[in-house]
């Protein structure tokens, strides 16, 4: 199972960006995806989940702001990222779910500030 | 929302000991379907989380002996014995029974 997240980098504030999550090694179509973020020295702030059918649920503080989608032909997920502010400054790690996130990509850094 | 209160936040350790972590929730992990959704996880310095225990006791694929989750409904334990220095971090519990998906705030374990 490998997941390489990509698409990070600085962006100002108000502004756009969209994550993409490369999966393989397994069917990925068959389960249930995560995007979690990890501020600089903080710890894990769960922020949205996609299930293998396609059914999204989002943490408040993202919600109407953030899309967590899914492109099954490609084994990929997406997080797009809209409107950004600073507390959105984080590592972005997408992670499988089973019973629990079993693995997890590296991480990409969103640097929000203008 | 369910919050996670990991406890203590770092502990000292000798190789080759033992250390426990609680984490209590403030609500049941006990899902609709029986289950608990209860995970443990280490994150080294400068890597991503890693799964150790999930449902509670469940040690994942590859997870030693040494790691070993015990508890129910709001209470819940991890035991690492023997301490080796590639145990050294930062551990997490989370839970996923309940929408949003939460952690504790971290045990930093540290050698003393």
């Known amino acids: 199972v490998q997941l390489v997240e990509s698409g990070g980098g600085l962006v100002q504030p108000g502004k756009s960006l969209k994550l993409s999550c490369s999966a393989s090694?397994?069917?990925?179509?068959?389960?249930?995806m995560h995007w979690i973020r990890q501020a600089p020295g903080k710890g894990l702030d769960w922020v949205a989940y996609?299930?293998?059918?396609?059914?999204?649920v989002y943490a408040d503080a993202v919600k109407g702001r953030f899309t967590i989608s899914r492109d099954n032909a490609k084994n990929t997920l997406y997080l797009q990222l809209n409107s950004l502010k600073s507390e959105d400054t984080a590592i972005y790690y997408c992670?499988?779910?089973?019973?629990?996130?079993?693995?997890w990509g590296q991480g990409v850094m969103v640097t929000v500030s203008s | 929302d369910v919050v996670m209160t990991q406890t203590p936040v770092s502990l000292s350790v000798s190789l080759g000991g033992q250390v426990s972590i609680s984490c209590r929730s403030s609500?049941?992990?006990?899902?609709?379907?029986?289950?608990?959704?209860l995970s443990w996880y280490l994150q080294k310095p400068g890597q991503s989380p890693q799964l150790l225990i999930y449902k509670v006791s469940n040690r994942f694929s590859g997870i030693s002996d040494r790691f070993s989750g015990s508890g129910s409904g709001t209470d819940f334990t991890l035991k690492i014995s023997r301490v080796e220095p590639d145990d050294l971090g930062v551990y997490y519990c989370?839970?996923?029974?309940?929408?949003?998906?939460?952690f504790g705030a971290g045990t930093k374990l540290e050698l003393k």
């Open positions: 989370g839970q996923g029974t309940q929408y949003p998906y939460t």
């Open positions: 992670a499988r779910w089973t019973v629990a996130t079993d693995y």
């Open positions: 609500q049941s992990l006990v899902h609709n379907n029986g289950n608990t959704y």
């Open positions: 996609i299930s293998s059918s396609s059914g999204t």
């Open positions: 090694g397994f069917t990925f179509s068959s389960y249930g």
